[in-house]
C-alpha cells in the first residue's frame, strides 16, 4: 500500500480511536444521574467528574505528545485504550464518589491524554494540500462518538443499571479501541532523513514563539464555554421537565452537529483559511448560547445543540492542522498536546463553577451569559493571531 493510500487509513483509525474515547468521555451524560442518585451527590460534586477528566487529558496531553514524538502513536495509544478500560471497570465497582474521581476522572482521563494527541498529531504530517479536510474527518470521530456512545449507555443503564453498562462500555473500549490504535503508524514527513532532521520547530522554539502564545491565549478563553454544556445542557433539559432519553439526546445532537463541523469547516478552511475560520467559529460559538438563553421548551435546546455543535466541531479539528501549519512536523505531537494543556483549566472549573453558581442562584442564567463573554474575549485573541499572521502568508 503506498503511503498516501496509506494516509487515509491513519485518518479512519484516528476517527474510531476518537470515537471510542469521547464516547466515553461525553456518556458522562447517561451517568449523571446514576452517580447523583447513588452517591446522594449534589450536581457541582458530580459534574467534578467530568471537569476532572478533561482537565486530566488536557494537563498530560503535552506528554502524551512527547511519548508518541518519540515512541510512535501506536503504543501510546494502545496503553491509553487499556487504561481507560481499566478506568471504567474499576469505576463500576465504585462504592463512593472518591472512588468515582480517581477512576473516572483521573483514571479514563489519563487514557484519553494518551490516545487524544498522539493520534490527532499523527495525522497532520501526511497531508499538505488537503489538511483541513483530514483533520477535519479523523476528528469527526468525537463527534460520532457523542452522538452514540451516549445514547447507547443510556439504554444500557436502563436495561442492565449502570455498574454493568460500564463494564459492557469497558469491554467494547479494550476491543474495538485496540483495533483502531493498532493501524496507527507515524508519518514519513515526521520521520528524520538520514543525516538530517524533521522540518519545523522543537517544542522549545515553539514555545518562544508569538504565535504560539496567541493561539494558547484563544484556547485559554474558549475552553469554559466549550465545555460547560457537555455537562450541563441534558440537566437542563430535565430542569424544564423533558424527559431522560431526549435530555441525554441533546448531547447527541452537539455530536451530530459537531459531525458536520467537522467535514464542512474543515474543508471550508482549505479554502478561506484556516485561522480566519478559526475566529469565524469561535464567535458562531458565543453567538448559540443566546439559544440555551431563550430556550422554553426541547426544540429550541435542539437547535442550540446542533449550533453549538456544530461551531464547537469547526474549532476542534482546525486546532490540529493550524499546529502544523504553523510549527511544522518536527514535534507537531509535543506542541499539540502543550497548546491543549490551555484548555485544561476550563474543563476543570468550567462545569464546577456552572454547578455551583446553578446550585446557589437556581438558574443558568449568569453562566450563559459568562459564556458568550468569554467566546468573544477568544475571538479577539484569535483575530489578533490573525493580524499578525497576515505579512507572513
Given at each position: 500500500?503506498?503511503?498516501a493510500?496509506?494516509a487515509?487509513v491513519?485518518?479512519?483509525?484516528?476517527?474510531?480511536?476518537?470515537?471510542?474515547i469521547f464516547g466515553?468521555?461525553?456518556?458522562?451524560?447517561?451517568?449523571f444521574a446514576s452517580?447523583?442518585?447513588?452517591?446522594?451527590a449534589?450536581?457541582?460534586d458530580?459534574?467534578?467528574?467530568?471537569?476532572?477528566?478533561g482537565?486530566?487529558?488536557?494537563?498530560?496531553g503535552?506528554g502524551?505528545?512527547m511519548?508518541?514524538?518519540?515512541?510512535g502513536?501506536?503504543?501510546?495509544?494502545?496503553?491509553?485504550?487499556?487504561?481507560?478500560?481499566?478506568?471504567?471497570l474499576?469505576c463500576?465497582f465504585?462504592?463512593?464518589?472518591a472512588?468515582?474521581?480517581?477512576?473516572?476522572?483521573v483514571?479514563i482521563?489519563?487514557?484519553?491524554a494518551?490516545v487524544y494527541?498522539?493520534a490527532?498529531?499523527?495525522v497532520q504530517p501526511?497531508?499538505t494540500?488537503r489538511r483541513?479536510?483530514?483533520?477535519?474527518?479523523?476528528?469527526?470521530g468525537?463527534g460520532a462518538?457523542?452522538?452514540?456512545?451516549p445514547?447507547?449507555?443510556?439504554?444500557a443503564?436502563?436495561?442492565?443499571?449502570?455498574?454493568?453498562?460500564m463494564?459492557l462500555?469497558?469491554?467494547?473500549v479494550a476491543?474495538?479501541g485496540l483495533?483502531?490504535?493498532g493501524?496507527?503508524?507515524?508519518a514519513?514527513?515526521?520521520?528524520a532523513?538520514?543525516?538530517?532532521?524533521?522540518?519545523?520547530?522543537s517544542l522549545?522554539e515553539?514555545?518562544r514563539d508569538?504565535?504560539?502564545?496567541w493561539?494558547?491565549?484563544s484556547?485559554?478563553?474558549a475552553?469554559?464555554s466549550?465545555f460547560?454544556?457537555?455537562a450541563h445542557?441534558?440537566?437542563?433539559?430535565?430542569d424544564q421537565?423533558?424527559?431522560?432519553?431526549?435530555?441525554?439526546?441533546?448531547?447527541?445532537?452537539?455530536?451530530i452537529?459537531s459531525?458536520?463541523?467537522r467535514?464542512?469547516?474543515?474543508?471550508?478552511?482549505?479554502?478561506?483559511g484556516?485561522?480566519?475560520?478559526l475566529?469565524?467559529?469561535?464567535l458562531?460559538l458565543?453567538?448559540?448560547?443566546?439559544?440555551?438563553?431563550m430556550a422554553?421548551?426541547?426544540?429550541?435546546?435542539?437547535?442550540?445543540?446542533?449550533?453549538?455543535?456544530l461551531s464547537?466541531?469547526g474549532i476542534v479539528?482546525?486546532?490540529?492542522?493550524i499546529s502544523?501549519d504553523l510549527?511544522?512536523?518536527r514535534?507537531?505531537?509535543?506542541?499539540?498536546?502543550?497548546l491543549y494543556?490551555?484548555?485544561?483549566?476550563?474543563n476543570?472549573?468550567?462545569?464546577?463553577l456552572?454547578?455551583a453558581?446553578?446550585?446557589?442562584?437556581?438558574?443558568?442564567?449568569?453562566?450563559l451569559?459568562?459564556?458568550?463573554a468569554?467566546?468573544?474575549?477568544?475571538?479577539?485573541a484569535?483575530?489578533?493571531?490573525?493580524?499578525?499572521q497576515?505579512?507572513?502568508?
Amino acid at each position: 500500500m503506498s503511503e498516501a493510500r496509506y494516509a487515509w487509513v491513519v485518518v479512519w483509525a484516528t476517527f474510531f480511536a476518537l470515537a471510542t474515547i469521547f464516547g466515553v468521555s461525553y456518556s458522562f451524560a447517561a451517568f449523571f444521574a446514576s452517580f447523583a442518585g447513588e452517591f446522594a451527590a449534589q450536581r457541582a460534586d458530580v459534574s467534578l467528574v467530568f471537569g476532572l477528566s478533561g482537565g486530566v487529558y488536557f494537563v498530560f496531553g503535552a506528554g502524551a505528545g512527547m511519548l508518541a514524538d518519540r515512541f510512535g502513536p501506536r503504543a501510546v495509544t494502545s496503553a491509553g485504550m487499556l487504561l481507560i478500560a481499566a478506568g471504567l471497570l474499576l469505576c463500576s465497582f465504585a462504592q463512593s464518589m472518591a472512588t468515582v474521581y480517581a477512576a473516572y476522572g483521573v483514571g479514563i482521563g489519563l487514557g484519553i491524554a494518551l490516545v487524544y494527541t498522539p493520534a490527532i498529531a499523527c495525522v497532520q504530517p501526511w497531508f499538505t494540500q488537503r489538511r483541513g479536510l483530514a483533520a477535519g474527518l479523523a476528528s469527526a470521530g468525537i463527534g460520532a462518538g457523542t452522538v452514540a456512545v451516549p445514547l447507547l449507555a443510556a439504554a444500557a443503564i436502563a436495561w442492565l443499571e449502570w455498574r454493568a453498562a460500564m463494564r459492557l462500555l469497558a469491554l467494547a473500549v479494550a476491543v474495538l479501541g485496540l483495533c483502531a490504535t493498532g493501524l496507527l503508524r507515524r508519518a514519513p514527513a515526521a520521520t528524520a532523513p538520514a543525516g538530517g532532521r524533521i522540518p519545523g520547530l522543537s517544542l522549545g522554539e515553539a514555545l518562544r514563539d508569538r504565535r504560539f502564545w496567541w493561539l494558547y491565549l484563544s484556547i485559554v478563553l474558549a475552553a469554559p464555554s466549550m465545555f460547560i454544556p457537555f455537562a450541563h445542557v441534558s440537566a437542563a433539559a430535565r430542569d424544564q421537565g423533558i424527559d431522560v432519553a431526549r435530555a441525554v439526546g441533546l448531547v447527541g445532537l452537539i455530536g451530530i452537529g459537531s459531525l458536520v463541523g467537522r467535514f464542512v469547516i474543515g474543508a471550508l478552511a482549505d479554502r478561506l483559511g484556516r485561522l480566519r475560520t478559526l475566529l469565524l467559529m469561535q464567535l458562531s460559538l458565543g453567538l448559540a448560547f443566546l439559544a440555551w438563553l431563550m430556550a422554553g421548551g426541547y426544540g429550541v435546546l435542539a437547535f442550540f445543540a446542533l449550533w453549538f455543535g456544530l461551531s464547537y466541531g469547526g474549532i476542534v479539528s482546525l486546532l490540529p492542522a493550524i499546529s502544523m501549519d504553523l510549527f511544522g512536523a518536527r514535534a507537531v505531537a509535543g506542541i499539540i498536546g502543550t497548546l491543549y494543556t490551555g484548555a485544561a483549566l476550563g474543563n476543570l472549573l468550567g462545569p464546577v463553577l456552572a454547578g455551583a453558581v446553578f446550585d446557589r442562584a437556581g438558574s443558568y442564567l449568569p453562566v450563559l451569559w459568562g459564556c458568550m463573554a468569554l467566546s468573544a474575549l477568544a475571538a479577539a485573541a484569535s483575530a489578533r493571531l490573525l493580524a499578525w499572521q497576515r505579512p507572513g502568508y
